[in-house]
């Protein structure tokens, strides 16, 4: 978690690390930031441009946490949500700040089945795709959710 360049065993530079988790559960385990994300940041900052890394604003839970834990998201001291029928994976949002989700119109208990076409079963494929947005950059991100027992496409700006 130095910030040194992350290589792989040809000795090629793969990734800056960035982060590590510290934790008496945890060991060893580090985050990088792509070499090729690095390669596309660096040109914006020779330009005096400050990239600011992409957030869509949302609190989400995975579908399949939900479905190994029913009682703790249906009590209703704590999320008193149950899943609809069928649903079997994505993301359910429980929270919309401000953000580019609700400049989208992601409303609470939308799931988010489908990321700028990737599935989302877990939250580190939502974050990965994401990642490869930067904020005011104009780039756009088809996300389809689960809604009213259909499925809805919206556009997020970033």
């Known amino acids: 978690s ?12 793969i990734g800056i690390n960035s982060t590590k988790i510290s934790d008496i559960r945890v060991d060893n385990m580090g985050f990088a ?3 090729n994300l690095v390669l596309n940041i660096v040109s914006l900052l020779e330009q005096g441009i400050r ?3 992409a957030k869509i604003g949302v609190t989400i839970v995975s579908v399949k946490a939900i479905l190994m834990n ?23 949002v429980f929270e919309v700040n401000e953000g580019v989700a609700k400049d989208a119109g992601i409303l609470k ?4 089945q489908e990321f ?19 904020l005011g950059s104009g780039d756009t991100a088809e996300v389809k959710v689960y809604r009213d027992s259909s499925v809805v496409t919206l556009t997020f700006v970033f």
């Open 2 to 13: 130095s910030g040194g360049a992350l290589v792989n065993l040809k000795g090629e530079v």
């Open 33 to 35: 930031i792509p070499s």
């Open 51 to 53: 990239p600011q890394r």
């Open 70 to 92: 029913p009682d703790r998201y249906s009590d209703p001291s704590t999320y008193n949500y149950t899943l609809p029928e069928g649903i079997t994976y994505g993301m359910v």
């Open 109 to 112: 208990y939308d799931i988010i």
């Open 116 to 134: 700028n076409g990737v599935q989302t079963n877990f939250s580190y494929e939502i974050r990965s795709e994401i990642s490869k947005f930067m």
